[in-house]
C-alpha cells in the first residue's frame, strides 16, 4: 500500500509568513509523528498523536507552531510569523501503535527567507 | 535533560572491513529503535531491540541491547558501497511515543 506522504515537498516563504504543512500517514496507523531535522543532526521530536488527541506536544519550540489531526488520519502542522530559525527538513513519520516501528515520509524542506 | 548519545559521528570505512557504531542513553530504555538514512532520504526503519542483552542479525548487520537496556550498538560485517547513510539510534522518553534520537553515525566507504 501506500506510505506516508507529505506535501508540499518543498516551502519557501518569508520571515514572519504563515505556513502549513500536510501529512498523509499510513491509512490505519493510529499514531502520527512530527519532527523537525536540521542539516547533520537527527529527528528532532515535535509531537505525536495518538487518534485525534496530541499525546505529547512537549516538543513544540514556542506557541507560533501548533498541530491539528482532526479526524484521526491526515495531521497538518502550522507554523505561524515564521522566523529564519525555522528552516528545516519537516518530517512526520506514523507507525501501528505507539512505540511500534515508525514509517517516515518524504518530508518537508522549509525554507524562511 | 535526557539524552542518546552516538559515537563516532563519522565513520570512513574501506569496503570489506568491519566497524561498530555505539547509542548511549542517559536512562533506562523501555525499547531501542535503529534507523537508517541515505544521504538525500528520509529515515527508514531497521530494528527493534526490547529485551535486557537482545541481540538480532540482518544479514551483515547485527544490533545489541545492552544488560542495563542504556546503551546499545550496531556492527557491520565487510562493509559495502550500500552501506552509506547515517545511522541513528532512537529510544522513547517520558512518555510512549516521544522519541529521541541521537545525532547518528554518517557511514562513509570508500572501495
Known amino acids: 500500500g501506500a506510505g506516508v506522504s507529505q506535501t508540499p515537498s518543498n516551502k519557501v516563504t518569508e520571515k514572519g509568513k504563515y505556513v502549513e504543512l500536510r501529512c498523509d500517514p499510513i491509512?490505519?496507523?493510529?499514531?502520527l509523528y512530527w519532527y523537525r531535522q536540521s542539516l547533520g543532526q537527527g529527528p528532532e521530536f515535535l509531537i505525536y498523536?495518538?487518534?485525534?488527541?496530541?499525546?505529547?506536544d512537549s516538543g513544540l519550540p514556542n506557541d507560533r507552531f501548533f498541530a491539528v489531526r482532526p479526524e484521526g488520519s491526515v495531521s497538518t502542522l502550522k507554523i505561524q510569523r515564521t522566523e529564519r530559525g525555522d528552516s528545516a527538513v519537516y518530517l512526520c513519520?506514523?507507525?501501528?501503535?505507539?512505540?511500534?516501528?515508525?514509517?517516515f515520509g518524504p518530508g518537508t524542506r522549509l525554507t524562511v527567507l | 535533560g535526557q539524552q542518546v548519545m552516538q559515537i563516532p559521528q563519522y565513520q570512513h570505512v574501506q569496503e570489506g572491513e568491519d566497524f561498530t557504531t555505539y547509542c548511549n542513553s542517559s536512562?533506562?530504555?523501555?525499547?531501542i529503535q535503529w534507523y537508517k538514512q541515505r544521504p538525500g532520504g528520509h529515515p527508514v526503519f531497521l530494528i527493534q531491540?526490547?529485551?535486557?542483552?537482545e541481540v538480532k542479525k540482518q544479514k551483515r548487520l547485527t544490533f545489541q541491547f545492552g544488560e542495563a537496556k542504556k546503551n546499545s550498538s550496531l556492527h557491520i560485517t565487510a562493509t559495502q558501497t550500500t552501506d552509506v547513510g547515517t545511522y541513528f539510534c532512537?529510544?522513547?522518553?517520558?512518555?510512549?511515543?516521544?522519541?529521541?534520537f541521537g545525532a547518528g553515525t554518517q557511514v562513509v566507504v570508500t572501495p
Open positions: 531491540l526490547v529485551k535486557s542483552g
Open positions: 498523536f495518538q487518534g485525534t488527541g496530541a499525546a505529547d
Open positions: 513519520a506514523s507507525s501501528h501503535g505507539m512505540s511500534d516501528t515508525q514509517y
Open positions: 536512562t533506562t530504555l523501555s525499547n
Open positions: 491509512s490505519g496507523h493510529t499514531a
Open positions: 532512537a529510544g522513547p522518553f517520558d512518555s510512549w511515543g516521544k522519541f529521541q
